[in-house]
């Protein structure tokens, strides 16, 4: 199957600051990618829809200013988590849909702590 | 609108055991089906699917068969083993339509020797 690479894996920082993850399709082109956030024991919770070369769509009830989404080519998208605060402490994945399959495949995710 | 309703967890089995992890769903038109897995720590990987009914997932012994009239696509597996532990999700895509996935809110499976 195709391969979506997610980094980085793990990242500390302190509250205030911002942080980059980055999402990469290895093997395939992607227009469409997704991010999505998982409280812990719990489902995926889809925070937006990244589309290559326009803004991003987010669902209801996520800050657009907070999680800036970037999606500049057919193989990077990018979340940054802008002025962190605790509260955005959790388990950040993102997915890249491969067109002929219809299929979404996932990065391993980034486990971000805000101190 | 679309749903996915899983079987909750978590489920315990001891090694070699028959597993089943009911998912049945709400779509209109004719969705796509998966099963996604993920170990502790790690994003999802994608298990099986299905794209029309009664097609048959399968992969790494495990298998899911998409049946319309009871709007079903059930997991299983014959001989569970201790590094089948992890999380599955059962997931929907809608087609011709929105692109999303619709999950499941996913089920522990625990395996022991």
């Known amino acids: 199957g195709a391969v979506v690479s997610q980094h980085p894996s793990w990242v500390i920082c302190k509250s205030g600051t911002s942080v980059k993850i980055e999402c990469r399709s290895l093997d395939f082109q992607a227009t469409t990618m997704f991010w999505y956030r998982q409280f812990p024991k719990q489902s995926l919770m889809l925070m937006a829809t990244s589309n290559e070369g326009s803004k991003a769509t987010y669902e209801q009830g996520v800050e657009k200013d907070k999680f800036l989404i970037n999606h500049a080519s057919l193989t990077l998208s990018t979340l940054t988590v802008t002025s962190a605060h605790p509260e955005d402490s959790s388990f950040y994945i993102c997915s890249a849909r491969e067109l002929a399959e219809n299929i979404q495949y996932f990065g391993a995710g980034t486990r971000l702590s805000v101190l | 609108g679309n749903s996915v309703t899983q079987m909750e967890g978590p489920v315990t089995l001891s090694e070699e055991a028959f597993l089943t992890i009911n998912c049945t769903y709400t779509a209109t038109g004719y969705p796509s089906l998966f099963w996604y897995v993920q170990y502790p720590g790690e994003g999802l990987q994608l298990l099986l699917k299905?794209?029309?009914?009664?097609d048959k997932g399968s992969n790494k012994g495990f298998e899911a068969t998409y049946r319309k009239e009871t709007t079903s696509f059930h997991l299983e597996k014959g001989s569970v083993q201790v590094s089948d532990s992890a999380v599955y999700f059962c997931a929907l895509s809608p087609r011709g339509g929105s692109e999303k996935l619709v999950f499941g809110k996913g089920t522990k499976l625990t395996v022991n020797p």
């Open positions: 299905a794209t029309k009914a009664d």
